[in-house]
């Protein structure tokens, strides 16, 4: 596609549930990066996926929060048992290692989650 | 890790030039970028330095000096269109090359 898309675009959950939320990136690039952004601050890096190796999982926050992309494109990330603290908004940002000689990220509009 | 520094609010004229700072620490710096972001949109790339000077883009600079840790967004002939939140991130060798962001300026922009 001609940008990141990612989805649901809301999610409102009761806390204890779990939610699945995806990321669709640009097609062919290779580096994908979650974030977790709060109201008013800015985003929280989450982890790092280089193709389906995750590199870099250090700002997961606990362990009830879980990424994959098994096949190097599409990635989730899942969190168990929400708590109203993950409230936030939720970036997918990918990045192609090949081309840009900025290396810059692009994001997608993210999903707001709301845990009640 | 990175102690990225920005202020968190600064307001200005329509048709006037505003100066957005940000300082951070890191020992691994690999370029620093900043973007714009819309209320409940998604962050849009701006520019990016890696060498120390100014890069000029249309009516965005912005300016890095990596020995004094510090980079400056100017913005000129403001619209009311560039209000939003001005976040800056800063590469980092040691995180894979990720980015960690600062808290972001909310820019305003009065008529």
């Known amino acids: 596609g001609a940008g990141v898309s990612q989805s649901p675009r809301y999610k409102v959950a009761k806390r204890g549930q779990d939610v699945a939320l995806r990321c669709d990136p640009i097609s062919g690039h290779v580096s994908l990066f979650w974030y977790q952004q709060a109201l008013g601050q800015g985003p929280e890096f989450l982890t790092y996926f280089q193709n389906e190796a995750q590199l870099d999982k250090s700002g997961l926050p606990s362990d009830r929060f879980f990424a994959e992309r098994p096949e190097g494109s599409v990635s989730t990330l899942k969190i168990q048992r929400t708590q109203q603290e993950d409230s936030a908004v939720y970036l997918c940002a990918c990045r192609d290692e090949q081309v840009s000689s900025y290396n810059e990220q692009f994001f997608g509009p993210g999903t707001r989650l709301t845990v009640l | 890790g990175q102690n990225i520094d920005q202020p968190t609010e600064m307001t200005a004229t329509e048709g006037a030039i505003v100066q957005i700072n940000c300082t951070y620490q890191t020992s691994g710096f690999n370029g620093l970028f900043w973007y714009q972001q819309h209320a409940g949109e998604a962050p849009t790339f701006l520019s990016y330095?890696?060498?120390?000077g100014l890069e000029e883009k249309g009516r965005f600079s912005s300016f890095l000096s990596r020995s004094k840790g510090y980079s400056y967004l100017l913005l000129k002939e403001l619209q009311m269109k560039d209000s939003a939140s001005y976040l800056c991130a800063v590469r980092d060798r040691r995180n894979n090359n990720d980015m960690r962001f600062g808290a972001g300026t909310r820019l305003t922009v009065k008529p």
């Open positions: 330095n890696v060498l120390d």
